[in-house]
């Protein structure tokens, strides 16, 4: 290929095309728990944050449901995917070599949010939700007083026992005006070693010779980005408009390069560079949509 602006526009035009098909094609995990929430500034604040509305008979004057106002706040972060392309390589006519590497940009930048949300539900034992606990904890204050306190945590590995105790404590879990929150688990997740036993669990007629009485209870979701995470899950529901994490979205990826012929890169490096910019960040949602497992001890 002769090297000159048009034909360095038109090859970054392939790759492109390369990138957003991937990009397209890419299928992810991390929205069938995490609501994507546009934001247009640095950060965000939810302030509404716990507490999911219900409904009541309307006897004498309207009830205002008032809202304990939660300094939650979730900072966009930037991220970067950048590599280059020597242009002896594209005067060789050896440039269709680079377009799966697009591809796989492509890829990298939609699985991104995956590797992020699933690695913050890992640390949920340890990072705080709105309330200023941990987001898996047995301590969550409840009431306008916030003298009382639920569990979203257990520390058992997962069995019939622990996933059964796990499902009755989401469905009695109440909100802060002390009402039943209609929660109904939906979810498994758990990481690859868990695999085996989340699925005789889920979909065996038998287990050890007994009736499987949690037969079709929920979904399955196996997560390879949960592998540093081995012995841990989560049961969570998911099927609310709230959902138990928030991916909040500033800046979709997006392909740029520097191919001039006056650019630094090409003039004294002799390479074209590519690269992705994004803006974005994950973080929890309501802990009441979720419960999580350490899998530390037998259950």
Not at 47 to 60: D, H, T
Request: glycine share 6%; net charge negative; with cysteine.
């Amino acid at each position: 290929m002769v090297v000159n602006q048009h034909n360095m526009n038109s090859l970054f035009v392939g790759y492109s095309a390369a990138f957003n098909n991937a990009y397209q094609e890419t299928k992810v995990n991390y929205t069938q728990i995490a609501m994507t929430v546009p934001s247009s500034t640095r950060e965000t604040t939810y302030a509404w944050m716990g507490q999911i509305p219900n409904m009541r008979e309307w006897i004498g004057s309207r009830e205002i449901q008032s809202l304990m106002t939660h300094d939650y706040t979730i900072k966009n972060k930037n991220y970067e995917l950048t590599t280059k392309i020597p242009v002896n390589d594209i005067e060789d006519d050896l440039y269709g070599v680079y377009a799966p590497l697009m591809s796989e940009m492509g890829l990298s930048a939609k699985k991104h949010p995956d590797a992020l949300t699933f690695d913050l539900l890992g640390k949920g034992f340890q990072e705080k939700s709105y309330d200023g606990v941990a987001y898996f904890s047995d301590s969550h204050p409840m009431g306008m007083d916030r003298k009382k306190v639920q569990s979203n945590k257990g520390t058992e590995k997962l069995s019939a026992a622990s996933y059964a105790k796990a499902r009755q404590a989401m469905m009695t879990v109440k909100g802060e005006h002390e009402r039943t929150l209609n929660i109904v688990p939906d979810l498994l997740v758990v990481a690859p070693q868990n695999e085996a036993i989340a699925r005789e669990l889920l979909f065996a007629d038998l287990i050890a010779g007994t009736s499987n009485t949690n037969k079709n209870t929920c979904d399955l979701l196996v997560v390879p980005e949960l592998t540093d995470y081995p012995d841990q899950w989560y049961l969570l529901c998911t099927k609310r408009y709230i959902k138990p994490l928030v991916y909040q979205e500033r800046e979709k990826p997006k392909l740029t390069c520097k191919n001039k012929e006056s650019d630094d890169n090409v003039f004294f490096d002799d390479e074209v560079i590519y690269g992705i910019k994004a803006r974005y960040n994950v973080g929890f949602g309501l802990w009441q949509l979720a419960y999580g497992c350490t899998g530390e001890t037998e259950g």
